[in-house]
């Protein structure tokens, strides 16, 4: 069965810094991670490929950096100079063949 556990969020004030990790029980194609805040659409943040293929929301773009280790089959999302409209529900995937595998989600909060 397939699992992906999520780990790293927290509340962190504007500016700060937080890594998320996404541990998953095999190995995928593509990984990444959406984010949803109430009231607002949801968002694909950042995506892998097992070949190294990148590729990032504008909004996040020079901010935050994405990479994985196939190895341990763990994807890292590094959230560098935080904002306040960052704070969102988290949620690692993981995807075969246009398939998606889904974690239960990470609360990152940004605040003063």
């Known amino acids: 069965q397939v699992q992906l556990v999520e780990s790293g969020g927290g509340l962190v004030q504007p500016g700060g810094s937080l890594r998320l990790s996404c541990a998953a029980s095999g190995s995928f194609y593509a990984m990444g991670w959406y984010r949803q805040t109430p009231g607002k659409q949801r968002e694909l943040v950042a995506r892998?490929?097992?070949?190294?293929?990148?590729n990032y929301a504008d909004s996040v773009k020079g901010r935050f950096t994405i990479s994985r280790d196939n190895a341990k089959n763990t994807v890292y999302l590094q959230m560098n100079n935080l904002r306040l409209e960052d704070t969102a529900i988290y949620s690692c995937?993981?995807?075969?063949?246009?398939?998606?595998?889904w974690g239960q989600g990470t609360q990152v909060t940004v605040s003063s």
């Open positions: 892998i490929t097992a070949g190294g293929n990148i």
């Open positions: 995937y993981a995807a075969n063949e246009g398939l998606l595998y």
